[in-house]
């Protein structure tokens, strides 16, 4: 049974940090292309950051120079650390694993970023 937990999430002041974690079990996590989505109420949902099998990395626009998105095979985990958070990132973040026309989400961890 795949399963993708999310973890981390919270309430920041703007100009804060969070590092979001997700814990994978059930796949062979190496060869899975790892990424964070986030949903914001009313939106749809989008791409924040990925990271290849090959370590290769994408980041949405809006996130570059603040998010970084990194992987441990052997722990079977994705983080995403993020700084300098803005309130329009305030979200749903979902991790997803993918492979091929494959894939996997988590349930979510909630960030709000407000004063």
């Known amino acids: 049974q795949v399963q993708l937990v999310e973890s981390g999430g919270g309430l920041v002041q703007p100009g804060g940090s969070l590092r979001l974690s997700c814990a994978a079990s059930?796949?062979?996590?190496?060869?899975?292309?790892m990424s964070w989505y986030r949903q914001a109420p009313g939106k749809q949902r989008e791409l924040v950051a990925s990271?290849?099998?090959?370590?290769?990395?994408n980041y949405a626009d809006s996130v570059k120079g603040r998010f970084t998105i990194s992987r441990d095979n052997g722990q079977k985990m994705v983080d995403l650390q993020m700084n300098s958070l803005k309130p329009e990132d305030t979200a749903v973040y979902y991790c997803n694993a993918q492979i091929g026309g494959v894939g996997f989400w988590g349930k979510g961890t909630l960030v709000t970023v407000s004063s």
């Open positions: 059930g796949i062979i996590f190496k060869i899975y292309a």
């Open positions: 990271m290849s099998s090959t370590g290769s990395t």
